[in-house]
């Protein structure tokens, strides 16, 4: 999996210079559409298929685009950009260079994605004090994921890319039993 977020990490860049602030919503479409398109297994199949030209593949995945209205603000840069993925041999990648390039937006406008693994269901009012709370202290807008774990016992366990913060029963409580046996 390493080598393949290698491969698309600069082309996630690229995209996401040639987009800007002003299309970037445009061109996190754009590659989700592309994305799902080379992920098709009759397209998947065709894009190792040798008898399947670069432009027939990029036409291929820029019709599909357009069809689905994707292109937008993007226009013909996004066609280029498909197309010099296609000349490359790297339409496979498309799905992993579009949610590169989704988080690199996200940082550029200041969200954070927090997954929040609790013991029992948080309902919305506890999600929105839990957000803003996080908001603050990250300092950036707040996307909460949440899920349940009943295996915690209690508390929560939040995540945010590197930022692990676990408040849960069963860490502490393990942590409890190593320091008695220790």
Not at 71 to 79: S, T
Not at 113 to 131: F, P, W, Y
Not at 140 to 146: A, D, G, P, S
Request: include cysteine; glycine fraction near 8%.
């Amino acid at each position: 999996m390493a080598d393949r977020l290698t491969i698309a990490r600069p082309y996630a860049r690229a995209a996401f210079r040639v987009a800007g602030a002003k299309a970037a919503d445009s061109w996190s479409q754009l590659l989700h559409v592309a994305a799902s398109t080379v992920q098709d297994a009759r397209v998947a199949a065709l894009l190792g298929n040798p008898h399947v030209t670069p432009q027939q593949l990029a036409d291929l995945v820029n019709g599909v685009v357009d069809d689905a209205g994707g292109v937008g603000l993007a226009g013909e840069e996004a066609r280029n950009f498909v197309r010099t993925l296609a000349d490359n041999r790297r339409l496979g990648y498309l799905p992993e260079i579009a949610a590169r390039f989704d988080q690199l937006k996200d940082a550029a406008f200041g969200v954070a994605d927090v997954t929040v693994t609790s013991a029992a269901r948080l309902d919305k009012a506890e999600q929105d004090k839990l957000a803003a709370a996080l908001a603050k202290k990250l300092d950036r807008k707040v996307r909460l994921h949440c899920a349940v774990d009943a295996g915690l016992i209690g508390g929560a366990v939040l995540q945010s890319g590197d930022l692990v913060i676990d408040g849960s029963l069963r860490t502490r409580l393990q942590r409890l039993a190593y320091e008695l046996t220790a």
